[in-house]
């Protein structure tokens, strides 16, 4: 995959370097979730700093799409994209409302990565409203929902 450059900008003074390793942990195992044979394009849902957008990119990704509803975390995603050397045609990045779901095409397969384990109950809930054929997959205690948004 080669570097990743992140800049990662915290509400925190500093973040722990405890912390920090962990979200990044997650962020490797989340990539390798969604990265499947034929996952040329990427949706990076609650983008924060971009960062598995910008992973999927250089995992060699067409092409990704990052969207949260937090405008710092928008433009963390801008910078680091440009940190890590790619043009913003590359990466999209969308400040969007809650309703996020409700954005993708009927038919489309959303996955919602980045979950910790003890999320996945309480996410499948809410989004079995709008979502069908739900699985979830894991790896050291992270997860990807995966679903077929409702027509």
Request: proline share 3%; glycine share 12%; hydrophobic share 40%.
């Amino acid at each position: 995959m080669g570097w990743l450059v992140l800049m990662v900008q915290s509400r925190e003074k500093e973040p722990g370097t405890d912390q920090l390793r962990k979200e990044l942990h997650g962020v490797q195992n989340a990539t390798n979730i969604i990265l499947n044979p034929g996952g040329e394009h990427v949706l990076d849902y609650g983008t924060g700093s971009g960062v598995l957008g910008i992973a999927a990119l250089k995992m060699g990704a067409e092409l990704s799409v990052g969207i949260d509803v937090d405008p710092q975390a928008v433009a963390s995603a801008h910078q680091n994209l440009a940190l890590n050397g790619f043009e913003a045609d590359r990466m999209r990045v969308y400040l969007v409302s809650d309703d996020i779901v409700s954005y993708a095409k009927p038919g489309a397969v959303i996955g919602l990565s980045g979950i910790i384990s003890e999320q996945i109950h309480q996410l499948k809930v809410r989004y079995s409203m709008c979502l069908d054929n739900i699985s979830v997959s894991e790896i050291d205690g992270w997860a990807c929902i995966r679903g077929t948004r409702r027509t």
